[in-house]
């Protein structure tokens, strides 16, 4: 059974549709659409499989999409790879037009990507997301971020560019990695602390159940019903946060609970060998140990998280080379800080959290370095 979730921004409003039978609806949704053509820009990773399968059901309506494939991995969130897409959508024959719709599907990479290029080609295309990876199911696929890194940091590049529709297809998780679905785990775990303690006890209580690995078939042996509502929950989370401040300005900056350190921590270990999620999963870490020691979050509360995310197997510990000198300096560049001072979100508790601006070095470097294994 398919739940439907509303992003309520007024003439930008969308659905995001979550179940087994998200190909089917991301089909239906396009002829609705109707556009004059569909560009699907997609993952090498993710082409060969879910691309051929959305391919051979546009064909049974009568559309042909153009096929746009760069080279997955977020070290290819580049303006680079950008310019390829663009290269590829703008010389096809026949020419586009403002009808057009872009297609993301694959991770939160090609969410980005997507979202991006359509933003800029003929000054706005529409666009429709189809994510196949839980991390982009819960956390990219919502909101309207779209963009690709700079060498600075990441996703310092990019524009809100809402899509007419999400269409998440549960069933498409099932050849990912465990660890992949781990990454997208740590954002539920996110969402949990800045707005749903009930839906935290809910993930830890299933964290067997959820990375449930089917040795036989070789692939993963969650529940469709169980994963449907994990989605959709997260999924809900962030449509009311969007839906109050779709820039930024505000409440939305709640979303970057365990990002502000973690997207340094991403940087300075390198995106190959700590995925995203793995990166949240230890800023988190390192917010709410920063949250104890000025008095705000309870020993109690931080330990609930740090048990959930040790449940799922995500990381809590850094590796003994990071420099804690390196991580502050990553932190200057980060594109939600204010007037030359880093901000980071802290809990309170579990489901209630505010922005403060004026983390220090020292406070950072020290947990840092109690952190490293």
């Known amino acids: 059974m398919n739940k439907t979730i509303h992003v309520d921004l007024g003439e930008r409003s969308y659905d995001v549709t979550v179940g087994p039978d998200g190909m089917?609806?991301?089909?239906?949704?396009l002829a609705r659409l109707e556009p004059t053509r569909v560009i699907v820009v997609t993952e090498?990773?993710?082409?060969p499989n879910c691309g051929a399968l959305l391919t051979h059901l546009l064909d049974e309506q009568g559309i042909v999409p153009e096929i746009v494939v760069f080279e997955a991995g977020e070290v290819h969130k580049t303006l680079d790879t950008a310019s390829m897409v663009l290269d590829q959508i703008l010389t096809a024959e026949p020419a586009i037009d403002r009808k057009a719709v872009v297609v993301a599907l694959g991770g939160g990479v090609a969410g980005d990507i997507a979202g991006f290029v359509a933003a800029v080609t003929l000054r706005g295309l529409r666009w429709v997301q189809c994510p196949t990876s839980l991390l982009a199911d819960v956390d990219a696929s919502v909101g309207g971020k779209t963009g690709v890194d700079h060498a600075s940091g990441?996703?310092?590049?990019?524009?809100?560019h809402q899509p007419s529709a999400v269409c998440i297809d549960v069933e498409s998780l099932r050849t990912l990695p465990l660890e992949h679905l781990r990454n997208g785990l740590a954002e539920c775990v996110k969402h949990a602390v800045i707005r749903d303690?009930?839906?935290?006890?809910?993930?830890a209580e299933r964290a067997d159940s959820l990375t449930m690995w089917d040795y036989d078939d070789e692939e993963l042996a969650f529940d469709a019903t169980e994963m449907t509502e994990l989605i959709?929950?997260?999924?809900?989370i962030k449509a009311a946060v969007v839906s109050a401040d779709e820039k930024e300005a505000g409440e939305r900056a709640h979303l970057n609970f365990g990002h502000t350190v973690g997207h340094a921590f991403e940087t300075a270990i390198g995106y190959e060998q700590c995925l995203h999620g793995q990166a949240v999963s230890l800023g988190m870490i390192a917010a709410n140990e920063i949250a104890v020691r000025r008095g705000l979050l309870g020993v109690a509360c931080r330990d609930r998280v740090r048990a959930a995310l040790e449940a799922l197997q995500l990381p809590v510990t850094l590796p003994a080379d990071v420099d804690a000198a390196e991580i502050w300096s990553i932190m200057q560049h980060d594109k939600k800080n204010r007037g030359g001072k880093v901000r980071m979100v802290l809990a309170s508790r579990i489901g209630e959290v505010d922005i403060y601006d004026d983390i220090t070095e020292a406070e950072v470097s020290a947990v840092v370095n109690d952190m490293k294994s």
């Not at 089917?24 to 949704?29: A, H, I, P, R, S």
């Not at 090498?44 to 082409?47: I, L, Q, S």
């Not at 303690?197 to 993930?203: F, T, V």
């Not at 959709?232 to 809900?236: G, I, K, L, M």
Request: glycine share 6%.
């Open 154 to 160: 990441k996703n310092l590049i990019g524009a809100f």
């Open 24 to 29: 089917d609806t991301l089909v239906e949704v």
């Open 44 to 47: 090498t990773n993710v082409g």
């Open 197 to 203: 303690a009930d839906l935290l006890e809910w993930i």
């Open 232 to 236: 959709a929950r997260n999924v809900a």
